[in-house]
C-alpha cells in the first residue's frame, strides 16, 4: 500500500488550496477514503471522507462549507479542495484508507493507522 499526498504549501488566511493523493497497491475503486490532519503536538484529526463511489462525502464540522473531497477512481487519485483556509488549518495532511465506511468517521475512529507521506499546508499572514 502506497500513499503520497501532494500539493500543500503557505497560504494566507481565506486562500485555497488543492491537495492530492496518489494511491497504489491496492484495489482504490473498492475502499472508502479519508483525510486526516495532524497538527504540531496534537493528535490526528479526521477531516473527510468518501464512498467507494464519490457520491456520498463527510466532513467535521470545522471544515463544513470550505473543504471539497473527491475522487478519481481511474486514476486512483483522492482530492480535497480547501477553500477560505483558516490558521487552526495548519497541519499535515494525510489520505489514509477507510477501515470502516465513510458515514461512521464521525461518530468513530474510521481509517487505518498506515497514512504514507503527508502534504504540509500553513496558513498564516
Known amino acids: 500500500v502506497q500513499l503520497v499526498a501532494s500539493g500543500g504549501g503557505m497560504v494566507q488566511p481565506g486562500g485555497s488550496l488543492r491537495l492530492s493523493c496518489a494511491a497504489s497497491?491496492?484495489?482504490?475503486?473498492?475502499?472508502?477514503m479519508s483525510w486526516v490532519r495532524q497538527a504540531p503536538g496534537k493528535g490526528p484529526e479526521w477531516v473527510s471522507g468518501?464512498?467507494?463511489?464519490?457520491?456520498?462525502?463527510y466532513y467535521r464540522d470545522s471544515v463544513k462549507g470550505r473543504f471539497t473531497i473527491s475522487r478519481d477512481n481511474a486514476k486512483n487519485t483522492l482530492f480535497l479542495q480547501m477553500n477560505n483556509l483558516k490558521p487552526e488549518d495548519t497541519a499535515l495532511y494525510y489520505c489514509?484508507?477507510?477501515?470502516?465506511?465513510?458515514?461512521?468517521?464521525?461518530?468513530?475512529?474510521?481509517?487505518?493507522?498506515?497514512w504514507g507521506q503527508g502534504t504540509q499546508v500553513t496558513v498564516s499572514s
Open positions: 489514509a484508507r477507510n477501515a470502516i465506511p465513510a458515514d461512521f468517521c464521525a461518530v468513530a475512529k474510521c481509517y487505518e493507522s498506515h
Open positions: 468518501i464512498n467507494t463511489g464519490g457520491l456520498s462525502t
Open positions: 497497491g491496492f484495489s482504490f475503486s473498492s475502499v472508502d
